[in-house]
């Protein structure tokens, strides 16, 4: 188990740096300058600004020092915010994202699992049929779409709930909706298509054989078995909804991190694009990695330790 934990950090280690690398690179072949505005219109003033952010340096140079930042975790200041540095617009704006992620996260696996199991045991029934069908709708339908018709009906026409800033726990109810319900619909068919597969196995049957309650066959037999392959998916599924905040914070004007981030990409504020950047793809790894550990843990059959001769 241990070896296979040192082996996963490493390949972490490699991806980050490859995302770091790549970030770099993007960023410097962008042609132009940040500082190409007219209040900058001054050459010697835009040469000063370039001095101040190590701009002027070669892109080694800049490299390593972009490198000293992430090691350090100092990314230094904003350029569109001069008052402002990276790590106070993350420490201000990733803990209401990370709200909004986790929030949306536990609404879209406890739901989906609830209607995957409930369709399963209600296989070719009306309430099979009117899961799946809202699953496909969840799946089809965009989350900015959503939210868009979520903001005009419950929010405008029917004046049901507010619509922007995060102040308030009706002010979450939208945003994650709009959030969850892709993720939710894939959930829910996934964990259908196994349930049903699992309540066919032989143990299965052993077990209402035993005389066991149905609910016990369900939750302590079959379910546990069915989630492997939504536990297999999560890792996607926190990516999509942890970079999925950031267009669903636009829309409702969410204080997090969306908000800086796209700011950022007008203003070509490379610390902020590049800090935040490489601070949720840290994020996003160190979850994938938690996820594969979960695996293991989840499912007994898989021998861990057997990886490292593969």
Known sequence: MLKYILKRFLIMIVTLWIIVTLTFVLMVSIPGS?????????EIIQKNLERHYNLDKPYHIQYLIYLKSIVTF?????????NQTVNSLLSRGFPISFELGMVTIIVAVLSGITLGVIAALRHNGIIDYMAMGYAVLGISIPNFILATLLIKKV????????????????????PVVALAT????????????????????DYIKMARAKGLSP???VF??????????????MGTL??????GTFVIEQIFAIPGMGKYFVESINHRDYPVIMGTTVFYS???????????IAYGILDPRIKIHKEEGE
């Open 34 to 42: 940040p500082f190409n505005s007219e209040s900058t219109s001054n």
């Open 74 to 82: 100092d990314f230094g200041p904003s350029i569109s915010q001069p």
């Open 155 to 174: 929010a405008v026409d029917w004046d049901f709930l507010p619509v922007a800033t995060w102040s308030s726990p009706a002010h979450m109810v939208l």
């Open 182 to 201: 892709g993720p939710m619909a894939i959930i829910a068919r996934l964990t259908r298509s196994t349930m049903i597969e699992v309540l066919t196995q």
């Open 215 to 217: 609910w016990k066959i």
């Open 220 to 233: 302590k037999h079959a379910l546990r078995n069915a989630l492997m392959p939504v536990v297999t998916i």
């Open 238 to 243: 926190l990516a999509g909804i942890l970079t």
């Open 282 to 292: 840290a994020f996003l790894i160190v979850m994938l990695f938690l996820v594969d």
